[in-house]
């Protein structure tokens, strides 16, 4: 019996099946019925076995079915449908607990393909959004994926920011993609999964990887002594497995975490499932979708696309106007004289009270002091509020006056109760956060008939320095100290400085600034965009691969494009607006919270997105990139890119208290962020200004030019009118006279 979908078939042989194109076996699994097994020693053993029959059903579809039985006498009945669903195939699994050995305590299964003729996991390149990019060499080690030598690679599906694993061939090119079916998590019946071998009853998640196992059974103990022993099961070879419910690791190389004298360094794998009871029966549904590409790129592209269209969450509902004024309000109530004009706004609060915990004054990054300064200026005039307008001015003003090194290059943090600068680096993506937002309110004050060439000289001075350590590649270093010496030697975040010195090009007609920008964009794009370095923009971590460095990827390129028009970096462009998509949480699944205060206890936890790799649950930092997605739209007419612009613009609002239901004492923030990939928010609840510095910048900026805060609204205008629009340096730098 065979099913065909696109240019492959799906064949059952000798109870197993292969699937094979042109007449080559890609994928194979010979024992497709394969039960973990939880047994009274508390160690998980493994059987596996050949279906006993299959046979046609409705709709073209086939049933495999068979009995599965246990060493200690449980039976387990696997009834698997496959069937076409679009190019791919859905595979329905039932799987029913007929009788209980008495050792027997609880179980799990996986839909698994062996990977013809893979030797290795570095064979291939892998996708697993915000977890795993290609040989994920840019990750910590403990994340999946990084330490070829684990024997299974699985992430719980809660974890990723959307449901799918995909595995491509690196010689060949072909990909095969495992993924849900359906965003029908429910809420797991344990608030805690975080030990080796856990039954839950009521636990609906799984997880997706590759694993190469042993023969051997691998049960962590609780102190992290590996229990090995021989298995009933049969292994074939590296597969792509899904796992129900869910097992998360193997994770390697990590830290002992208890001081024992001990002969190996432990790793995790945590493993739940289901209760071995008589008559209880579980059930989950697997896509499974193939294809071929000559690059990782478009595979990734594909994969995130084909699922995102399946399991977007629906979008909410948000009144952008209102949450714009909310949140310029805010700034505008707490910006204040810290002292010696230190004007500024806190480091951090706790919400709901607004309880201030942190007075310090940082020129971007998660401080975005400038930044707020500018939108302040934006939103006075605008609106015509003097008070706004002012007290954005004397932000900016501070950091003129005060926030240049000897060298010229921008200091990085200002302590008002020491009336001192911090001792930080000078950071390549802090730098430019900070002097984008002056150079902007120059010209946006210059526009207004208003001059200060102290500020213009300030953003000179500073690109002056970095035009001194700029490298002869076309690169910078990651940091640097106040006198210009290497302090990190990392080259990733190159790309961070880019738009400023285009958009200081653009004031100044000093064309060094715009050779320097298009050296430091080749080597971008050789290195970021070709060699997928998007790595290091978060500078709290360490460098490793973050959501981050794909939007200042975004930022350099399309002020590239924007400069030149050339179709080079428009494809740098897309590419890293593909890559930085797969950071959101594009489904939704439900968790525990325990802070009724909190707006994600009754609301959806998408458009949320990890920070870092490998990490689960997140912030609303992706709010940043709806002006930029819109933009993206307009420029290729791709409307997958003007529902993305859509989701994150109003679904990263889910974590606001916008018409201030929730109580909170400034009304429309939002806590930081928080970790939910357990099903459990677990967060701070605290506040930091770059959280509404992300959704005022691009709101304000869609209003700017094209008339609206809200994606709708942008949407009223002609195709014409908004193409025209769109080129933003047509008029950025003109003044009157």
């Keep these: 019996m065979i099913l065909k979908f696109g240019n ?112 290795t996991i570095r064979d291939y390149d892998c996708f697993a959004p915000a977890t795993w990019y290609k040989d994920n060499e840019y990750a910590r080690p403990h994340v999946i994926g990084f330490d070829p030598d684990c024997e299974y690679h699985l992430r719980k599906e809660t974890g990723l920011t959307l449901p799918l694993f995909a595995a491509q061939n690196k010689k060949s090119g072909e990909t095969i993609m495992l993924s849900r079916n359906k965003a029908d998590l429910t809420l797991p019946g344990r608030r805690t999964h975080t030990f080796s071998q856990m039954i839950d009853r009521e636990c609906t998640a799984g997880s997706i990887g590759l694993s190469k196992p042993e023969n051997k059974t691998i049960s962590y103990l609780y102190y992290g002594f590996p229990v090995r022993k021989e298995t009933g099961a049969s292994a074939d070879g590296l597969s792509i497995d899904y796992v129900y419910p869910a097992t998360d690791g193997q994770t390697g190389r990590m830290d002992q975490v208890y001081n024992i004298d001990y002969m190996m360094k432990t790793k995790s794998l945590n493993r739940i499932l289901h209760p071995m009871e008589e008559g209880f029966s579980d059930h989950y549904e697997v896509r499974l979708d193939l294809s071929a590409f000559g690059e990782f790129y478009p595979m990734m592209r594909w994969a995130w696309r084909s699922v995102y269209r399946r399991l977007r969450a629906d979008l909410f509902q948000v009144d952008q106007n209102l949450q714009y004024h909310n949140n ?31 007075i310090s004054l940082q020129f971007g990054f998660v401080g975005q002091q400038p930044g707020i300064g500018y939108q302040l200026m934006v939103y ?113 975040n190159t790309i961070s400085i880019v738009r400023f010195f285009i958009q200081l090009f653009l004031v100044t007609g000093n064309s060094e600034y715009k050779d320097a920008a298009i050296k430091a964009g080749e080597w971008s794009y050789t290195h970021i965009y070709r060699g997928f370095e998007y790595r290091g923009s978060t500078c709290d971590n360490t460098d490793i691969m973050d959501n981050e460095s794909g939007i ?71 709010a940043a990139c709806a002006y930029l997605y819109y933009r993206i739209y307009v420029i290729t007419g791709d409307a997958h890119y003007r529902d993305y612009a859509e989701f994150i613009h109003n679904n990263s609002r889910n974590a606001n208290d916008v ?57 009223k205008l002609s195709e014409e009118e908004k193409k025209a629009r769109n080129r933003i340096y047509e008029n950025y730098a003109k003044f009157p006279v």
């Design 659 to 715: 018409d201030g239901s929730f109580g909170y004492a400034v009304r429309g923030l939002s806590w930081e962020g928080g970790a939910f990939a357990d099903q459990v928010l677990h967060t701070l609840h605290h506040w930091l200004p770059w959280v509404t510095y992300v959704e005022l910048d691009p709101a304000s900026r869609l209003m700017d030019t094209f008339g609206s805060y809200d994606i709708e609204g942008c949407g």
């Design 380 to 492: 006075g005039l605008r609106e015509n509020v003097e008070e706004a307008y002012d007290k954005g001015r004397n932000i900016i003003r501070f950091w003129v006056k005060n926030g240049a090194c000897g060298s010229g290059a921008p200091r990085g943090c200002y302590s008002p109760i020491n009336r001192a600068f911090e001792p930080y680096p000078i950071w390549l993506r802090m730098s430019a956060d900070g002097l984008e937002n002056i150079l902007d309110a120059y010209v946006l004050a210059r526009k207004n008939h208003e001059i200060h060439a102290d500020w213009l000289e300030f953003c000179e001075n500073a690109a002056r320095f970095f035009l001194k350590v700029q490298n002869e590649d076309g690169s910078f270093y990651r940091a640097y100290e106040e006198d210009g010496r290497m302090r990190m030697d990392s080259k990733a």
């Design 8 to 119: 492959y078939e799906l064949s059952f042989e000798s109870g197993g099946v292969k699937i094979r194109r042109g007449g080559e076996t890609l994928y194979y699994n010979n024992r497709p019925m394969y039960a973990f097994v939880k047994t009274a020693m508390a160690v998980t053993e493994f059987f596996d076995s050949a279906y006993d029959a299959a046979a046609e059903s409705e709709g073209g579809a086939i049933l495999a079915t068979g009995i599965l039985q246990t060493p200690n006498g449980s039976k387990l009945r696997f009834e698997d449908l496959y069937k076409r669903a679009g190019e791919g195939i859905l595979i329905s699994r039932t799987l029913t607990v007929l009788s209980k050995g008495e050792d027997d305590l609880g179980f799990a299964s996986k839909i698994s393909f062996v990977l013809n003729g893979a030797d």
């Design 552 to 622: 200042y990827a975004m930022f350099g390129f399309l002020s590239l494009y924007d400069l030149t028009g050339e179709e080079k970096w428009k494809d740098a462009l897309l590419g890293a607006a593909d890559y930085t998509e797969t950071w959101t949480y594009s489904w939704h699944f439900p968790v525990y919270c325990d802070d009724p205060g909190s707006p994600l206890s009754v609301r959806s936890i998408s458009g949320q997105s990890p920070v870092v790799i490998g990490t689960g649950g997140g912030d609303m930092y992706m």
């Design 328 to 358: 310029i309000r805010a700034m505008k109530l707490l910006a204040r004289d810290y002292g010696d004009d230190a004007w500024g706004v806190p480091f951090s609060a706790f919400l709901p009270d607004m309880d201030v915990d942190s």
